[in-house]
């Protein structure tokens, strides 16, 4: 059972370059997320997709993009990697947008680093 | 504003009970789950609570007071593998989760 995969585990990456975050679920899950994680700071949304051919905007969108093509995957997109985007990145999906018990199924997370 | 407020940290020893605190102020409400983090790993679910009072699962329960903005998960008969950190994410009125920085909980011998 592979449930929701996040490729690359780590990344360092210099400043300037593209960067594409895979994700993954084999849940046939509607809603999928992508958050940061910072130290001394709590998760935060960077975009998300209620159904697959939708998306929006969470708490700290700038400098991101994605794409929901099918109901499986749902790529995050650093057009121009900057230092401040150094994080660890966590993609997750929901069976449904969180309306109720919508729990959320985390992928293990990717370390990025850019320098 | 948003708001989730947990202490940043706990100690407690094996064996004993911990309860950690967590008060929000929210656009709206809908919900307050708890998640469960070791260090390096993915968030995984814990508990939901949508009413007042406590729900109880195992060693762990999570209470809830809607009118305080008030929240807690009590852990019980801890054990080396409860060290975590523990976050609390209420739902706002846009069905949005809103996570708290979380609370490191710290088991000793």
């Known amino acids: 059972i592979a449930g929701i995969t996040q490729a690359p585990t780590s990344q360092i990456l210099a400043a300037g370059r593209r960067m594409t975050l895979r994700c993954t679920q084999d849940?046939?899950?509607?809603?999928m997320y992508w958050y940061r994680q910072d130290l001394g700071l709590g998760l935060r949304l960077i975009h998300y997709s209620n159904t697959a051919g939708t998306t929006g905007k969470g708490e700290v969108p700038d400098g991101y993009s994605v794409s929901r093509a099918n109901t499986d995957d749902f790529p995050l997109t650093l057009a121009s990697a900057v230092p401040s985007q150094t994080s660890v990145y966590f993609c997750?999906?929901?069976?449904?947008?969180?309306?109720?018990?919508?729990?959320?199924?985390f992928g293990e997370g990717s370390r990025l680093t850019v320098l | 504003g948003q708001n989730i407020d947990q202490p940043t940290e706990m100690t407690a020893t094996e064996g004993a009970i911990v309860q950690i605190n967590c008060t929000y102020q929210?656009?709206?409400?809908?919900?307050l789950f708890w998640y469960q983090q070791h260090a390096g790993e993915a968030p995984t679910f814990l508990s939901y609570n949508v009413l007042d009072g406590l729900e109880e699962k195992g060693r762990f329960s999570s209470f809830l007071s809607r009118s305080k903005g008030y929240s807690y998960l009590l852990l019980k008969e801890l054990q080396m593998k409860d060290s975590a950190s523990y976050l609390c994410a209420p739902l706002d009125s846009n069905y949005q989760l809103i996570w708290g920085a979380g609370t490191k909980l710290i088991i000793k011998p």
């Open positions: 849940m046939r899950h509607n809603a």
């Open positions: 997750a999906s929901s069976h449904r947008a969180t309306t109720d018990t919508g729990e959320l199924f």
């Open positions: 929210t656009s709206g409400f809908n919900g």
